[in-house]
């Protein structure tokens, strides 16, 4: 690491989620400058969602974008910096008022008196190769981003969880089919989005039902789909797949510095923001794959930009601050 770019701040924002920018709205009101990087997302996933009907406040509901943009310029207005760029190495301290550095982009280093993290979490996929070779020509894991490309058209959605279930009555909305598979013989999902699907007559729901490949080179053409019970295969004829089987925290960048649970989730202290190191903070879905709502996100983004300043005041006046 090379010294001659360091820039010394009180307060470093990774992620630019809901969660990121309410810590940016409380950090900046509480004089701590923060400088936020944004990561490969700016917005984070409700960039690509449509419409959110469940923030409060909202009572017509607002698009995705739209409501980032607003919680930016709020963050702004109070002096947050927001900068592109990913944080692509970290060197944590230990120590109770020690330096956190953190290295934007591979090149510049920026060290912090205090980090919050909210890098979100992202997609996961099935991992076959033909549904890899297919991202983009077909394969996506975001049917209110990519589903207007397949109106009028047969698709099919992989999952069997609240996202699933959403999203298979967004896409029949504009779809002429959808072909939805479940893994097991029951779904994850609510009851009430259960009975959305189970009541959208262009949905042809197919239980312990599996990708086996899906077909096609450039585009895609078609699915095998595999019976897990009876062994049985079937070919249908679709031109775009939506998986939608969960997420997966951004963490990597933060492995074998900060605690996380087996899956990647990082793991913070009782009820407050606190990661395993003093002066790092943790909030929005990367640290909570249980409600993972932009407002619970939000919630806790305020809770990390409090225990920020919280960690910071204690160690001006000089306090006992417990890691
Ligand atoms: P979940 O983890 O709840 O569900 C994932 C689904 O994908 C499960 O049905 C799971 O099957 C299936 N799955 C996982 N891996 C595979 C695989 N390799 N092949 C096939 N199927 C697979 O994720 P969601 O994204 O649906 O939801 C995450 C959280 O967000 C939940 O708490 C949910 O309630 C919440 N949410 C709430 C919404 C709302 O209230 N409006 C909307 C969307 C999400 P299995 O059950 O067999 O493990």
């Known amino acids: 690491m090379s010294d001659n770019k360091l820039e010394r701040i009180k307060c470093l924002i990774i992620g630019s989620g809901p969660a990121g920018y309410t810590a940016a709205i409380y950090a900046s009101r509480a004089d701590l400058k923060p400088i936020m990087y944004t990561g490969m997302e700016p917005g984070g996933q409700l960039t690509t969602t449509t419409e959110v009907d469940n923030f409060p406040g909202y009572p017509e509901g607002i698009d995705g974008p739209t409501m980032m943009m607003q919680l930016q310029k709020q963050a702004e207005r109070f002096g947050t910096e927001v900068r592109i760029g990913m944080v692509t190495e970290v060197e944590f301290s230990k120590e109770v008022g020690g330096i956190h550095k953190a290295c934007i982009d591979n090149s510049t280093w920026v060290e912090a008196e205090t980090v919050i993290i909210s890098t979100g979490a992202t997609a996961k996929y099935l991992g076959l190769p033909s549904e890899q070779r297919l991202r983009g020509g077909g394969v996506s894991a975001c049917a209110v981003c990519d589903g207007f490309f397949y109106k009028n058209q047969e698709v099919a959605i992989v999952g069997g969880g609240d996202t699933a279930a959403e999203e298979a009555t967004y896409l029949a909305n504009i779809c002429s089919k959808v072909t939805m598979?479940?893994?097991?013989?029951?779904?994850?999902?609510?009851?009430?989005?259960?009975?959305?699907?189970?009541?959208?007559?262009?949905?042809?729901?197919?239980?312990?039902?599996?990708?086996?490949?899906?077909?096609?080179?450039?585009?895609?053409?078609?699915?095998?789909?595999?019976?897990?019970?009876?062994?049985?295969?079937?070919?249908?004829?679709?031109?775009?797949?939506?998986?939608?089987?969960?997420?997966?925290?951004?963490?990597?960048?933060f492995k074998g510095q900060l605690d996380m649970h087996e899956d990647g989730y990082l793991i913070t202290q009782g009820k407050s923001t606190k990661t395993n190191l003093p002066g790092v903070f943790a909030s929005g879905d990367v640290q909570d794959k249980e409600y993972r709502q932009a407002v619970t996100a939000a919630g806790t983004g305020c809770m990390a930009a409090l225990d920020a300043e919280r960690y910071l005041a204690a160690i001006e006046s000089k306090e006992e601050v417990s890691a």
Not at 199 to 212: A, F, G, P, W
Request: hydrophobic share 35%; net charge negative; no cysteine.
């Open 181 to 253: 598979l479940v893994r097991k013989d029951e779904m994850r999902a609510s009851k009430a989005m259960q009975h959305r699907v189970t009541n959208t007559k262009n949905i042809d729901l197919r239980y312990n039902s599996q990708v086996d490949e899906v077909l096609g080179e450039q585009v895609v053409e078609g699915l095998r789909i595999l019976n897990n019970v009876t062994g049985e295969k079937e070919e249908i004829n679709i031109t775009g797949l939506f998986i939608a089987i969960g997420h997966k925290p951004n963490t990597e960048v």
